[in-house]
């Protein structure tokens, strides 16, 4: 069955900390794929990332990094100098089929972790 | 240009109510979805549809009722409104196109509902 895992509820943190955000996940599938949203207080999902079973590239987008391990079913997520606007509820998802792809893909989501940034 | 717009942004109504959630995407994707999230921020499919047929349905109660009438719009409707339905209703498109605008799953700003 499909699951994914995000132990940490909350993190704090201050500012121009560094912070990674765990997520692990499982499927009996040989490609899927991997996502990361944002939450920020204003309650839009806004996309970070996706990432593709066979791509174990990790991912660097400025002060983002990902850091996908298949072998320990992991897609972290590390935020540099983190800044008050980070401050949201994070979701790591999943996804057995691509994106609108043999018409059954469905996204399945952590429960979130809610970073906060202080001054 | 909003990509997937939802009305409205906010809804509060009377337990037994009817009511509906419009979705409307300019994204030209085939593939649009209904998800629900929960007061402790939990996100779960509740359907999708493909070009208008409904392709997933997750044990949701009969009284929502999704409805497709072309692949640009999913309304939700909603008969005889619970308590417990009081949530986030967040309606999202995709594309297998890796050509598409916005390739991936593009999610709409959420409808809160309150049912008091």
């Known amino acids: 069955a499909q699951k994914v895992t995000q132990a940490q509820t909350e993190i704090s943190v201050v500012e121009k900390e560094d912070v990674t955000l765990d997520c692990v996940y499982e499927t009996r599938d040989t490609t899927y794929y991997l996502f990361w949203y944002k939450q920020p207080p204003s309650g839009e999902l806004v996309f970070l990332i996706r990432r593709n079973s066979f791509d174990e590239q990790n991912e660097i987008s400025g002060r983002y990094s990902w850091n996908f391990q298949k072998s320990t079913s992991s897609f972290n997520f590390t935020i540099t100098a983190s800044q008050v606007v980070d401050s949201a509820v994070y979701f790591c998802a999943l996804s057995e089929a691509p994106p609108g792809a043999y018409n059954t893909d469905k996204l399945i989501f952590g429960t979130g972790t809610r970073l906060q940034v202080f001054p | 240009d909003t990509a997937v717009s939802q009305t409205p942004k906010y809804l509060v109504t009377q337990m037994g109510n009817d009511k509906s959630i419009k979705c409307e995407q300019n994204l030209g994707h085939d593939t649009m979805y209904w998800y629900k999230q929960d007061s402790k921020k939990f996100l779960k499919i509740m359907f999708s549809?493909?070009?208008?047929?409904?392709?997933i349905n997750e044990t949701v109660p009969n009284r929502f009722s999704p409805k497709s009438p072309d692949k640009a719009h999913l309304n939700l409707h909603i008969n005889s409104l619970e308590l417990g339905d009081s949530a986030v209703y967040f309606c999202?498109?995709?594309?297998?196109?890796?050509?598409?605008?916005?390739?991936?799953?593009?999610f709409g700003s959420g409808t809160r509902l309150t049912v008091v």
């Open positions: 999202a498109s995709s594309s297998w196109d890796r050509g598409a605008t916005n390739y991936g799953y593009t």
């Open positions: 549809y493909n070009n208008k047929e409904l392709i």
